[in-house]
């Protein structure tokens, strides 16, 4: 009881119920990763206006790449980069610059990666857009992973597809095999995305940790005005923290580059 007691009494601001709501859910831990950030897309704005901490993963070779990683960064957001990967089915034009195919070279594989590395400004980590095909394909997976943590950064899953090899791949090169748990607005619509938030807040709950991803676009509105709504619903059962956050203290992994980068 000597030590309830101390808690309470450092923590006087709301009172003991207060108190332990924070204490509880100080390790219920739940990071929103937003995709697609980079090309002025709806929800932009919203997103980096949010007054809880997210991620924002950023689009290389786009005309607001910089200065989205560069405000996301300044407002205490964790920044990676979301790269464009080839899919099983989609268009084409759907990928963005710099995609990694299917048809490229081992050494035309680690040159995109570290173009679009050196592209996103603060980043700390890295994401697939779209990339079902090539998040099953070991050579080309083994080769971002080098490359990411040459240059310090750790690999999110995006798991588009159920037979990725990232995650074996992170561990067999002792690096953290994150990825996404939920996606929020797989469906465009408010109650979808409610739910879908819901559910990432009881995983928390449940297992200590949830990876979210949402997008800025076509379900930007949609999806920051729900996350906006349900901070202040959520924020005593679960903590909003960076996805770098959870790498460092769930996974233990810290950054140690053996390449130099440019992203300061």
Request: charged fraction near 25%; charge should be neutral; aromatic fraction near 4%.
């Amino acid at each position: 009881m000597a030590f309830l007691i101390v808690i309470y009494a450092g923590i006087s601001v709301g009172g003991p119920t207060a108190a332990a709501s924070e204490s509880t859910s100080i390790h219920k831990r739940l990071a929103i990763i937003i995709d697609d950030v980079g090309n002025d897309m709806k929800g932009t704005a919203e997103i980096l206006a949010m007054p809880v901490k997210l991620t924002v993963a950023v689009m290389p070779f786009l005309p607001t790449t910089k200065k989205d990683a560069i405000a996301a960064h300044e407002k205490g957001m964790d920044v990676i980069v979301h790269m464009p990967m080839e899919p099983k089915k989609g268009r084409p034009e759907w990928l963005g610059p710099g995609a990694i195919t299917s048809n490229l070279t081992d050494e035309e594989v680690r040159s995109r990666v570290e173009k679009a590395i050196d592209d996103v400004p603060h980043a700390i980590g890295m994401n697939n857009h779209m990339g079902s095909k090539i998040t099953s394909d070991k050579r080309i997976m083994s080769i971002v992973l080098d490359v990411c943590k040459e240059r310090g950064l750790f690999f999110v899953d995006s798991r588009t597809n159920f037979r990725s090899v990232v995650g074996e791949l992170a561990v067999s090169k002792n690096m953290p095999p994150v990825g996404n748990d939920i996606f929020l607005d797989d469906q465009n619509s408010k109650p979808h995305i409610r739910k879908q938030l819901d559910l990432a807040a009881q995983r928390a709950i449940d297992k200590n940790i949830c990876v979210v991803i949402g997008h800025v676009g076509h379900s930007g509105m949609n999806t920051s005005a729900v996350i906006r709504e349900s901070v202040s619903r959520l924020q005593n059962q679960v903590q909003f923290v960076g996805i770098g956050d959870l790498v460092r203290e769930v996974w233990q992994w810290h950054s140690a580059p053996t390449l130099p980068t440019d992203n300061k």
